[in-house]
């Protein structure tokens, strides 16, 4: 029990290698800093990309994804692999606490946070404890949540009911708020995933959950609390983004579900469970919209850079499964 | 073997029946309707809508455009009796699908909005075939079935000029003769944003002092614009933005939170000026706010009424028209309060 809640090092590697497995590592290494390098060389020969402005442009953009991101990695690691349900989640909860801006900002915030823990914990006790299958579980929650935001606002865009949420629009040090909230929760999702008994028993239950649940760990519980959070933070992603657009109808998620999904793959944390990281989702977040920032200011379509987002994503998973697989070689 | 191991065992052939049985009756019912086209279409040409059958394969209520349209729609045909059967959604794969339910359900009119263009053809061809008529509103059809059907549409391009129109206005109230604008528009392939995007640059190319830089697809996504919008004012700067097309209010906002969060100006005596089209309740309030310049109609409320008169009209054997257009008005700060109660209804 003391071996399994203390785990030295989760992204080291399980076993010994080989010589011929420390080759292919060399081989996966060197193509990963190629590629890095590469992205690099592209980055700095673009026209005002190396400018403070692009800069903020492209943590900006990688905010919002960002948070939800950073939600779905806690998924992700406990071995749920993902949820198909974040966009209208989102959704609906940006419809809520515009509605509830007559109230004042603290009380919409506090029922946003509220109506995504709810949504989605519910969820994640139903994958926790009754072992669902998250992927379609999630799919038949986002029907169910789109159908009863239709059923609730007729269809129509919810405008806000007052101004408070404009002070989530602040550009703080002309940086915006979002980012700042990013790196807070960044770093407050990394502490509790690597200092907490609770982040300690997710990484077990997503690496071997038959295991985690003979060595007695709570695998529904600690399922459901991950979820939990991962609704919070969906929650505040939909605050911001609904604030953003200053209106939220069923469809203000957008392609949200797949960027969230996107970033933490290209983060490299492992579709499998078990692996993987807050950091690392930041980092994905990043690389995404820095590199569909490359693309879109050398004149490239949007649709080139939702197909270059998938490249980076099919990359990293190749490269993430190779890794996975020399370690348990 | 377990209890559940052998219900699926047992469970799986009986669906495969099922199944089978659905698709025989399906082919079968199909079968029997190809080639037996009617003149359903010729006989509900009078006699009004009291009895009538429309098949209305809409927008989904999941869009709030198309949601307003179809309450305003489906409640005047209703109240003059005519059936209207829901075959609404926001899925062009799904349309498809409803559309050729619709066929084989023999209405006295389809009534469509098109989704996709291009996989409309078919369907539409098909309904020809079967004799039945086939209305189409708001966006236009492909060239190829453009006499096939009778049409009540949006005029895209008459929205595009109103947006260049609120551009020029704005910039010249800003004493400048010449800026650069960008443009975030709707689903680039689609022919409402290529329509839009026709008069966009025939008024502005008017006035030469300003010059388009950049035109993005911002696929009627206000997320996707927000962040489209973000780069921009990060490519261009403050300095090189002056003016901004969102082709819905709803691409428009986000470009005018973007442009605050880069720190730029926006609106006033040398902000960024920003327009809007089809306009929606929150284009009106930031119109009324000042950061928004203008917008302009194509607000469902209006659509719908005409449509659902066109309707009305082609059953009491008037013969409307085949194509109409609905007007569509340019909406500012001096004639906003004329505008406000249409436009807050999506």
Redesign the interface.
Known sequence: MNALSTPARLDAPASPRGRQRSRADVVINVIVVLAVLAAIVVGLSTH?FA?V??A???I??AS?VGIAALGLTLITIGGSAVSLAIAPTVAAVGMMFLSAQSLGLVPALAIALLCGVVITGVQGAVVGYAAANPVVLTIAASFAI?GLA?GIS????V?PTGSGYDHL?A?PG?V?LSVYVLIVLAVAVEWTLRRTGFGRSLYLIGANRPAARVAGLPVGRTTAVAWLGAGALFAVTAAF?AA????A????????TFDAIAAVLAGGTSIAGGRGSALRTLAGAVLIAGV??IL??RGY???VQIMVKGLIVLFVVVIVHLRTKGSRA | MTISHFVHQRRSPTVMKLAAAMVGVALLTSACGDGSADDTAAAATGGGLKGKTIDFVGYGKDNPWGAYFNSVFTAKLEAEGAKIVDLTTMDPGTAVTNFNQAISNRPDLIVAALLDTSSMVVPIKKAKQANIPVLVFDGRPDPSVDGDVMQVLSDSEALGTAAAQNLVEGLKAQGKDSGSIIAITGTKSGFASQDRMKGFEAELAKTPGYKIVDVQDGNWDPTLSGKIATQLFAKYGCAGIQGAYGMADYQALPIIAAAKQAGCAVAGKNGVVVTGSNCFKVGIDAIKDGTLYGTATEDPGTIAEQTAAYVARYFNGEKPPAKELVKEERVTAANVAQYAEQCTKA
């Open positions: 005002r400018t402005a692009n903020k442009a492209i900006t953009s919002l789109t239709i007729g269809g129509a865009s405008a629009n550009t002309g915006a983004t953003f657009n200053t209106s109808n069923v469809n203000l998620g957008g392609t949200l569909s920032d879109l200011l379509s949007t649709g």
